[in-house]
């Protein structure tokens, strides 16, 4: 079974970055496609970010395009997601999680990490 452990979240000021990193440990996840999901005090959980496990397709929700990339190392089993230009609004726990290629949903989750930027 694999298990994903988030890393790198933190208290940054507005214009800052930060890089998130999900580490599977167990089976190999390159059969996995791998998202970022957030979800902040009050809201839904959204998904942020996302690639193919050959790494050739990502997606990006339109609030992070052009400041968030998403990028995975399959030799290292470890998916990262590189935060640049961080709003406020971008506080929220933020998740790693994969889904298998021939699955419907994400099934594998991490525990979640911390990601608080303040004005």
């Known amino acids: 079974q694999v298990q994903l452990v988030e890393s790198g979240g933190g208290l940054v000021q507005a214009g800052g970055s930060l890089r998130l990193s999900c580490a599977a440990s167990g089976r190999t996840f390159s059969s996995y496609r791998m998202g970022w999901f957030r979800q902040a005090p009050g809201k839904e959980r959204e998904i942020v970010a996302s690639i193919s496990w050959s790494g050739g397709t990502t997606y990006y929700a339109d609030s992070v395009k052009g400041r968030f990339t998403i990028s995975k190392d399959n030799a290292k089993n470890t998916v990262y997601l590189q935060m640049n230009s961080l709003k406020p609004e971008d506080t929220a726990v933020y998740y790693c999680?994969?889904?298998?290629?021939?699955?419907?949903?994400?099934?594998?989750w991490g525990q979640g990490t911390q990601v608080t930027v303040s004005s």
């Open positions: 999680a994969g889904r298998y290629v021939t699955a419907a949903t994400y099934g594998l």
